[in-house]
């Protein structure tokens, strides 16, 4: 036995495994021809409703139809669906078409949030900055301004290069561009 080794085996035995769940049945007394099941009680209710109110329908048919819910009620005696008894079926089936489309969350109903406005703004520009304008004193352009106007003649008003970088919008920088524009990046 020391070289074999044997799996252990539990089993538990409850009178609700043992018993399945009758009506008309207490003690040693038995309803005739039970103990019926909850799924047998309720076909012969209904059963017995339908018979009683359409007796004008069926009479001339004598003891047939009585006969046939008899056959009906004994049919449903160990009916499953799924596994399941007839009534805990209709039970989940129910439970189905009551719960949320969207289920449940902590036992509430999902529900989408309310929808809102998002807005939000955007500007369209050029990908680089337009280049700086050096400003430029001295030098030749003065000269000829001074050649041209004569000696004490100047413009008037801002250039046209300060004019365009003043109508021109700031463009916003992201840090990646910055990066990009320091001289070591340049080299590399």
Known sequence: MSGT??????????????????LGKLGDFTLPLGPYTPAQITVAFTGAIV?????AWWSWLGPVPVIALGMAVWAVRGARIGGRAPIAAALGWLGLCLQPAAGRIGGRAARDRAPR????????????????????????????????????????????????????????????????????????
């Open 5 to 22: 080794s044997r799996a252990r085996v539990g089993r538990v035995y409850t009178s609700a495994r043992r018993h399945p769940w009758v």
């Open 51 to 55: 018979l009683v109110k359409s007796f």
């Open 117 to 188: 406005l998002l807005v939000g703004g955007f500007t369209l520009g050029d990908p680089a900055p337009a280049p700086a304008v050096a400003r430029v004193s001295g030098g030749p352009v003065q000269a000829a301004g001074a050649a041209q106007g004569g000696p004490g003649r100047r413009r008037r008003g801002p250039s046209r290069a300060r004019r365009a970088m003043a109508a021109a919008p700031a463009v916003p920088r992201s840090a990646l561009q910055r990066l990009l524009d320091t001289p070591d990046a340049k080299r590399s």
